[in-house]
């Protein structure tokens, strides 16, 4: 038997101009940990809408990526976490919705694991 590494990613949302985790986004994330494997580590990017000003939206795009590092970390995840951000840049949608701005709201985990096979 073997092992095998894969990596997924896995998105957080947030409210608007708020870096606090909701019930969901705390949901998510112990959904993602739930499965078996040995994590290697993760890559955790803190991402904003369009709004606000590029200082503003860099910061709270840094605070974001810290709040879910600090959970995982609290959690007892383990395995190597970085942290990136990136205010306003990198979209995964347009920005013409409130809709669209919603899921540019978000952190990014790229969490790779190892599992047995």
């Keep these: ?36 494997g040995t994590v290697n ?5 803190g991402r904003t809408d369009d709004l606000g000003t590029q200082a503003f939206n860099d910061r709270l795009a840094k605070q974001r990526a810290e709040t879910v590092a600090e959970t995982l970390k609290r ?18 949608t347009t920005n013409r919705s409130e809709e669209s701005r919603a899921k540019n709201r978000r952190v990014d985990l790229q969490i790779s694991t190892t599992q047995k096979e």
């Design 41 to 45: 580590s993760i890559l955790v990017i």
């Design 75 to 92: 959690r007892g995840v383990q395995g190597d976490i970085e942290i990136r951000s990136q205010g306003k840049c990198c979209y995964t």
């Design 1 to 36: 038997a073997g092992t095998s590494t894969t990596t997924r990613t896995i998105s957080v949302p947030f409210k608007f101009a708020s870096a606090t985790l909701t019930d969901q986004a705390e949901k998510i994330i112990r959904n993602a940990f739930a499965q078996q």
